[in-house]
């Protein structure tokens, strides 16, 4: 797990590049186009699954959109943003297992709570896509939650840590 952690100085905004959506089921894991509640949004197959799972990766801030008419999913007060990471085996193509989900605050004083929350998701993206020693991580297990979430946590502590210089 070490080499991971020590990917948080990469910075992964300029790895990754907005795509369209594609409809193409084998599509390398990439960035989506994001619109509405989405702020980031990946799809696509992880380089070491060896095409057995697609991953989604999916940051939206919780904020009401009127157009839309719901509040979404879960809305607690005190968080500005949630994230989901699903995984579909291709052996089950219509069954989406849910990897983690959880609700943040991203509010960082002198920074856009959006932008955090970009940051956060690209970073997780990119650990999905360096997996390669943690195949555990990618799919369901008892600790995965935890991984997950200190994750987003050790990305967001380095955000204050760069602010705070």
Not at 11 to 27: A, H, L
Request: overall charge positive; hydrophobic content about 35%; charged content about 25%.
């Amino acid at each position: 797990m070490k080499n991971l952690w020590d990917t948080l100085q990469t910075d992964v905004s300029k790895i990754f590049k907005p795509k369209s959506t594609s409809t193409d089921p084998d599509q390398q894991f990439c960035r989506l186009a994001a619109g509405g509640r989405v702020i980031r949004s990946y799809s696509g197959f992880l380089p070491y699954c060896r095409r057995t799972a697609g991953h989604l990766l999916r940051c939206e801030h919780l904020r009401y959109i009127s157009s839309e008419g719901l509040q979404p999913y879960c809305v607690q007060s005190n968080f500005t943003h949630q994230i989901w990471l699903w995984y579909r085996l291709n052996r089950e193509p219509d069954k989406l297992h849910l990897l983690f989900r959880g609700q943040f605050d991203f509010t960082l004083l002198g920074r856009d709570s959006d932008w955090v929350a970009g940051e956060v998701a690209d970073f997780l993206a990119f650990l999905l896509l360096n997996c390669e020693g943690h195949h555990r991580e990618i799919f369901r297990h008892s600790g995965g939650e935890i991984f997950w979430a200190y994750a987003v946590e050790r990305k967001f502590t380095s955000l204050l840590c760069e602010l705070n210089g």
